[in-house]
């Protein structure tokens, strides 16, 4: 409730106690209500009640439109009707309002009469009071850019000074700024606040998140439908699908939909263990089996006992090992290296590959009898590409997790999730979660949209675009040494052929089967057939 008026001319008026009452009344407005569009009308409002500053307006910036010159409107305004404020629209630089939004000075007419530039566009000279009218017009700053003009009448011939008003003016433009400048930043937070209540909402409804997987997609539920179905039996079950595909997510879905579930989960990846190690790493040893070996071992296929083993990319087992593994699945036991004793287990194993192991049965490079028991049950695991639908899902679990692990708040607008969308994703769930970590640590501001996206994704970065491998039908490159390994026969190189690239290469293994386009462990496997190890 606005005090009760008094005549800002009545002779002894205390101009200081109106100042402090005005003040007092605006601040209480603002404990009250952090709205401006109430505090600025009642400022306005007191300010004419108080001190006589009439026809009081806050002029503020319009949204910028594209080929258009800028303008300003008449915002909040008190002693204009609703026609007045209507008319008032300045562009930038027009009359004496839009002079100060170009310049960010205030102006001061002393009489509007005498001034050109004053438009009377609000009120015309008819309405006003036959007196000499003066205008006051100050800058109202937002980050030091001038986004818009307090302006109002004052009757030149008063017994308060000019000079005071002024004064008080500049404080009240100071205040509206800041005003301004906080519903700018609560309407940012609550922009911020609705995108992660609908990134949470998208979480939410992800029907199929089962086993950690999350997503709906046609594919991604046939795929996990075969899953369940063959969970509680004991086949073994090969999954098959390119890299990045998550395999290791479905390969613990087998586990934790099975009986085993309480037991242990091991996993193994099989390019990652050294030629000479394979055995003891599988197997295990016994004391003395080797040199260092000072206690006995259990292997991996040991401390999966009861439980599920999970052997990643399957295609790289040497051929020596292909046989010893495919005895301890027809037989249920294992022999520790440097052990003569058997040791019965029991275990469920899932295999998965990205290789076409049919073709690598007939380079020679894997066994046939190995692969039949292998591809049992085989599971086709869906690439990204085809699984559009889950990419929005996806790209939200990666950035709460990132969010967490990396202590941001990064969210991602719904142009951004429509872009990531619309990628192509050769590498698959892996490349969609290191550009979402990439993106959460180095994201400018906490709301990405597509614009500010563009520059991590893949093409942007530099990165090397991989043609799409198939699982089944793998791609026909050249082979290039050192980069591309071309898969030949076991026989593809004679004995003379290997002894002459040793030969260049001082001895050298790795650099010898570097430059045939062999794997080390391709190249030692022909030198034993050949008898040159």
């Known amino acids: 409730m606005a005090p009760h008026r008094t005549d800002p001319d009545a002779p002894g008026t205390d101009w200081h106690a109106q100042?402090?009452?005005l003040m007092r009344e605006v601040m209480k407005l603002v404990g009250r209500s952090l709205a401006p569009a109430f505090v600025l009308r009642e400022m306005l409002h007191l300010m004419s009640e108080l001190l006589g500053l009439n026809r009081g307006r806050m002029v503020l910036a319009d949204e910028p439109v594209p080929g258009q010159e800028r303008t300003a409107s008449v915002r909040h305004a008190y002693g204009l009707t609703a026609e007045e404020a209507a008319r008032g629209v300045f562009r930038w630089g027009e009359g004496i309002t839009g002079r100060v939004l170009a310049s960010g000075l205030p102006a001061i007419v002393q009489d509007v009469d005498a001034e050109p530039l004053f438009l009377f566009r609000t009120v015309t000279r008819s309405e006003l009071p036959p007196q000499t009218v003066a205008f006051i017009a100050l800058p109202i700053e937002l980050n030091g850019v001038t986004i818009g003009v307090l302006g109002c009448h004052r009757i030149r011939s008063r017994q308060r000074h000019l000079n005071d008003d002024l004064a008080l003016l500049r404080i009240l433009a100071t205040l509206a700024g800041q005003l301004l400048r906080l519903e700018q930043l609560v309407a940012e937070e609550r922009r911020q606040l609705a995108a992660r209540n609908e990134a949470l909402e998208r979480a939410l409804d992800v029907g199929s998140a089962r086993y950690g997987l999350i997503g709906r997609s046609p594919a991604l539920l046939q795929a996990l439908g075969e899953l369940e179905r063959v969970s509680q039996s004991q086949a073994t079950v090969l999954l098959l699908g390119e890299s990045g595909t998550g395999k290791e997510l479905f390969a613990r879905a087998?586990?934790?939909?099975?009986?085993?579930?309480?037991?242990?989960?091991?996993?193994?990846?099989?390019?990652?263990?050294?030629?000479?190690?394979?055995?003891?790493?599988?197997?295990?040893?016994?004391?003395?089996a080797f040199t260092g070996a000072s206690t006995a071992r259990a292997g991996w296929f040991e401390q999966a006992h009861r439980g599920t083993i999970f052997l990643d990319e399957i295609g790289?087992?040497?051929?020596?090992m292909q046989s010893k593994l495919l005895r301890t699945l027809q037989e249920g036991t294992l022999v520790r290296l440097g052990g003569t004793r058997e040791i019965r287990i029991d275990v469920r194993l899932v295999a998965a590959t990205n290789r076409d192991l049919a073709r690598e049965v007939q380079a020679g490079r894997f066994r046939q009898d190995l692969y039949y028991r292998l591809n049992v049950i085989p599971i086709r695991l869906p690439s990204l590409r085809e699984r559009r639908e889950d990419v929005r899902a996806l790209a939200l679990h990666f950035v709460s997790r990132a969010n967490q692990a990396h202590q941001r708040n990064v969210n991602l607008a719904p142009d951004a999730l429509a872009r990531l969308e619309a990628h192509d994703w050769p590498g698959n769930i892996r490349e969609l979660g290191n550009l979402i970590e990439r993106l959460v640590l180095l994201a400018d501001h906490t709301l990405v949209t597509a614009a500010a996206l563009e520059r991590f994704m893949p093409e942007a970065m530099g990165e090397a675009r991989p043609a799409p491998a198939s699982a089944t039908i793998p791609p026909a490159l050249p082979a290039v040494a050192g980069l591309v390994r071309d898969y030949q026969s076991?026989?593809?190189?004679?004995?003379?052929?290997?002894?002459?690239?040793?030969?260049?290469h001082q001895g050298n293994q790795s650099r010898a089967a570097q430059s045939l386009g062999l794997t080390l462990r391709q190249f030692s496997y022909r030198l034993r057939k050949a008898g040159l190890r």
């Open 19 to 21: 100042e402090l009452l």
């Open 254 to 288: 087998v586990h934790l939909a099975s009986g085993r579930r309480d037991q242990p989960f091991i996993k193994v990846n099989c390019s990652a263990i050294p030629d000479t190690l394979f055995e003891s790493e599988l197997f295990g040893y016994e004391r003395g």
């Open 316 to 320: 790289e087992l040497p051929l020596a």
């Open 490 to 504: 076991a026989t593809s190189h004679d004995a003379q052929t290997l002894q002459d690239a040793l030969t260049r």
